[in-house]
């Protein structure tokens, strides 16, 4: 690698925006926009840049004509709902980071009939097998037979923490639905699709003065079969 023509051979060197960078002779490309997008998971997905045991992943379901992207967090094979998706590792850490506090919220459906005494301890902070949960937003929506759904809110994002969570009170998850992320809402985004977030919407949440500027964002459908490999950078980290 060199700068403004200069080998470099240092491990460390503080690099200016004007300063010329090639590698092996060829000029680094200029970072792209920082871009963010909303993307309806289905059920059955995986969210890593690949499954060990074959499983199919997020990524082969993106659109064809998405770019590289991370995703922000993670939903597990059975969940569904808003994940966020980004090409800006800058993005990620700032949504991921426990210190930002996003609130995330859920539709979720247990077998049993929960009561408002049932539901006290998640709303005063619970304790699973060692492992500390903050307090949680929860409602009540209605009983339908043998099922009780739920909003929960929590800003934190444990490793199947609503699921754990609820199983230590007496009840059984059999679906969860993520439907926003801080400012971020599923909306009427139907499963497998994909939209961008506008570019003010990020300068405006974010601060991210680099943003994309803004420009139409039609929502693209989930690509129908697997691709030949991820579209992802590193393996995401658990939500």
Sequence with gaps: MSVNGAIVERA?????????????????AEAEDAR???????????????????RATIFDKLPEDMPRVMSVGRLDLNSEGLLLLTNDGGIK????????????????RVNGRPSENTLAPLREGIT?????????QVTLDRQQGANAWL???????KNREIRRAMTDIGL??????????????????????????????????LGMEGAKPDR???????????KAGPKTGPKPGRN
């Design 12 to 28: 460390a060197l503080n690099v200016l925006p004007s300063d010329k960078v090639t590698v092996d002779g060829n000029p680094l």
């Design 36 to 54: 963010l997008w909303l993307y309806h998971k289905p059920a059955g997905l995986v969210t890593t840049t690949r499954d060990e045991q074959g």
């Design 93 to 108: 850490r700032k949504l991921e980071l426990p210190s930002t506090g996003w609130l995330r919220k859920y539709r979720v």
């Design 128 to 136: 699973v097998e060692g492992q500390r949960y903050q307090p949680m």
């Design 151 to 157: 909003t929960v809110g929590l800003r934190e994002g």
């Design 172 to 205: 059984t998850v059999n679906r969860l639905i993520r439907v926003s992320y801080g400012p971020f809402q599923l909306g009427q985004l139907k499963e497998g699709e994909v939209q961008e977030i506008r570019g003010k919407v990020l300068r405006d949440q």
């Design 216 to 226: 139409p964002v039609p929502v693209r459908r989930r690509n129908p079969g697997p």
